[in-house]
Structure formats: structure tokens, C-alpha cells
């Protein structure tokens, strides 16, 4: 049984978390992921607070067991989405893209965990004073919004920097990646990729596919000049954002061009001109599977491997 101090926090079987994800992590993918026991999390991205309202009590009404919501923190009304989420109540609230010491009172004072997403050790040790439950530490192999280090380098860096649980996020889709993290010093994994290509997961079969045929070199960053590089699938819209960044052309144009192109994925299926966000580990996903087939055969592979570990001992 693959289990650790995150599992009694939260109240989870496992130590997996789906990322959580804009526009591609809904309540019906975070609770069939909640249902097979991890921590299902709930991609607010830019919803309005009436529509997470409504997220929330749908994934309520679909388990029982505990969920979280994921919150981008940068943006201008993120103090109504933090409030829909206390007025609603769930279990955690991770955070990316920015500093979630402002709202751990407010979180804590109902109940609710924090765990940010973090990039860095000294973000971590400044989450951790703040008090932060516990740190999600990202790996620059993840899809969407990324920080600079890989998983392999910030995992043991921040597991030796807070006391706190340390979650491993990037570049993880199988069990060779959960025990390596589980060596790194993690408390737990979270995936993204891996649960974007599940029957529960709502995006267009286009997006999924993509992510399906991918090899190993299919990703590349765009806006790094902008202050938020993001991790896609290579397509139409991420060559243009290269070659305007190529020709140094105004942060302004990048961000014209950006807009609306996540949903464009997600629910139109454009994989040309959508923002096709995702890890690279898609190279190591050639098959849609269900949420509780991931789950099922990660945490036995990994508990496999982990009992037969010593035959690299003579
Ligand atoms: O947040 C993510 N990944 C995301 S958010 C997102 S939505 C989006 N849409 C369009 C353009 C850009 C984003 C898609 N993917 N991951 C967590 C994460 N957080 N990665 C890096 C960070 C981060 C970066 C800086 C966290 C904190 C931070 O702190 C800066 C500060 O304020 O100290």
C-alpha cells in the first residue's frame, strides 16, 4: 500500500493529485479522480465565481470523497474566485502563478488546506512560513505555466528546504516516475498530461489525441518574454508565437494572441490555432485510459517496484 503523511492530511487513499487544470480539469474529471483515491482538483483558470459555485457542488454531488480547486493567482478578480471557493467549502486549494501567502488565513480560518505550486526553494520556505500545508514542486517538463528547474533538480532541493510535504509535480505519467519522486523526497506526485488523456476528462478528442501521438521532443515554451512561459503542444499557433518572438514584437501582440486560444482546445478542438497545454512526458502516453485504470496501475506498478527495489543492492 503506497501511502504517506499527505494521505492522513487530506484524508486521501493515495498520494496522487490531478493537476489541477484550466479549462481541462472539471468536476467530473477531479471526482472520478477523488472517487479512485487521490485528490481530484478542479481547474478554475478563469472561470467566473458563479460557474465554480456550480463546479463545486457538482463534484459534490459526484463523490464523497475530499476534492481541491486549483487557483491562477494572478488574475485581476481572484479575490471573488477565492471567496466562491470558502462560501462553497472543499477540502484544498492549490495555487499557481503567484504568492498564496495573502489568502492562507482566509483559507485556514475555513478549514480549507493550502498548498501552492511552486518553482523554486525560496518560494517554498516563504509558502512554508506563511503556512502552507504543503508545496507542490514543479518541474519545468510540465505543460502550461513553468518554472525554470526540472522536477529531478527542485524535488530534492525543496524537500531539504521545508518541513512541510513536498508534492512532485512534472514529467510523471507512469510508476517509474512516482518512485523516483518517492526517492526524491516526495510526499506524492501530481499529474496533469496523464489525466488530460482519460474518458473522464471533457476536452475535444482532438486535444487528447495530440497528446496520444506524441513523441518526446512535441512540446516546446512559448511567452517566455511576457513573465509567463507556457509549456504546448508544437502546432500552427506555437510557431507563431516563436516567430514573434523572434522579431522581439510587443509583450501586447503575444497577449492578443493568446486569448480565448485555450478554450479554442479544449472545446472547439482546434489543434492548429488552440493552445494545446501539456507536459512533456505526452511522449510516454499513447493510450486514453479510464481515471481509475491510471490510478489502479500506478500505485500497483509502483508498489511492484518499489518491493523489488533492493535487487540493485549486491
Ligand atoms: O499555474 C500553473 N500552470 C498553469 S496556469 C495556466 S493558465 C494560463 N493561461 C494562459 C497563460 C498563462 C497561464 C496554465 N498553466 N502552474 C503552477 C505554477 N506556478 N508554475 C509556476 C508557478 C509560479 C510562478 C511564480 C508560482 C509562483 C510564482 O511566484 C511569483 C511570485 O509572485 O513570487
Redesign the pocket.
Known amino acids: 500500500m503506497i501511502e504517506s503523511r499527505i494521505c492522513g492530511m487530506l484524508g486521501i487513499k493515495y498520494p496522487i493529485f490531478q493537476g489541477g487544470m484550466?479549462w481541462a480539469s472539471n468536476y467530473k474529471l477531479a471526482s472520478a479522480v477523488s472517487n479512485a483515491g487521490g485528490l481530484g482538483i478542479i481547474g478554475a483558470?478563469q472561470m467566473p465565481p458563479e460557474m465554480l459555485i456550480q463546479e463545486i457542488k457538482k463534484a459534490k454531488e459526484n463523490t464523497d470523497k475530499p476534492f481541491g480547486v486549483n487557483l491562477?493567482l494572478y488574475l485581476s478578480y481572484i479575490d471573488e474566485l477565492v471567496d466562491a471557493v470558502i462560501k462553497e467549502g472543499v477540502s484544498a486549494v492549490t495555487t499557481?502563478?503567484?504568492?498564496a501567502g495573502p489568502y492562507v488565513k482566509k483559507f485556514h480560518d475555513a478549514g480549507i488546506k493550502v498548498i501552492p505550486?511552486?518553482?523554486s526553494t525560496a518560494?517554498a520556505k516563504r509558502m512554508e512560513k506563511a503556512g502552507a500545508d504543503a508545496v507542490i514542486a514543479?518541474g519545468t517538463e510540465s505543460g502550461?505555466?513553468?518554472?525554470e528547474l526540472t522536477t529531478m533538480v527542485i524535488v530534492p532541493q525543496v524537500a531539504d528546504a521545508v518541513n512541510i510535504p513536498v508534492i512532485a509535480a512534472g514529467g510523471i505519467a507512469d510508476y517509474r516516475g512516482f518512485a523516483a519522486a518517492l526517492c526524491l523526497g516526495a510526499s506524492g506526485i501530481q499529474m496533469g498530461t496523464r489525466f488530460l488523456a482519460t474518458k473522464e476528462c471533457h476536452v475535444h478528442q482532438n486535444w487528447k489525441d495530440m497528446v496520444l501521438k506524441a513523441s518526446d521532443r512535441d512540446t516546446v515554451v512559448t511567452g517566455r518574454p511576457t513573465g509567463?512561459p507556457?509549456r504546448v503542444l508544437k502546432n500552427k499557433l506555437s510557431r507563431i508565437f516563436l516567430e514573434l518572438e523572434e522579431k522581439c514584437s510587443p509583450v501586447l501582440e503575444y497577449e492578443k494572441l493568446?486569448t480565448g486560444k485555450?478554450k479554442a482546445a479544449s472545446v472547439d478542438g482546434d489543434v492548429e490555432m488552440g493552445s494545446l497545454?501539456s507536459g512533456q512526458i505526452a511522449g510516454l502516453i499513447k493510450e486514453e485510459k479510464t481515471v481509475q485504470e491510471v490510478i489502479d496501475e500506478i500505485v500497483s506498478q509502483t508498489e511492484e517496484f518499489i518491493k523489488s527495489f533492493n535487487k540493485f543492492v549486491k
Open positions: 484550466a483558470g491562477i499557481g502563478a503567484g504568492n505550486v511552486i518553482p518560494l514543479e502550461g505555466h513553468i518554472g509567463h507556457v493568446g485555450l497545454m
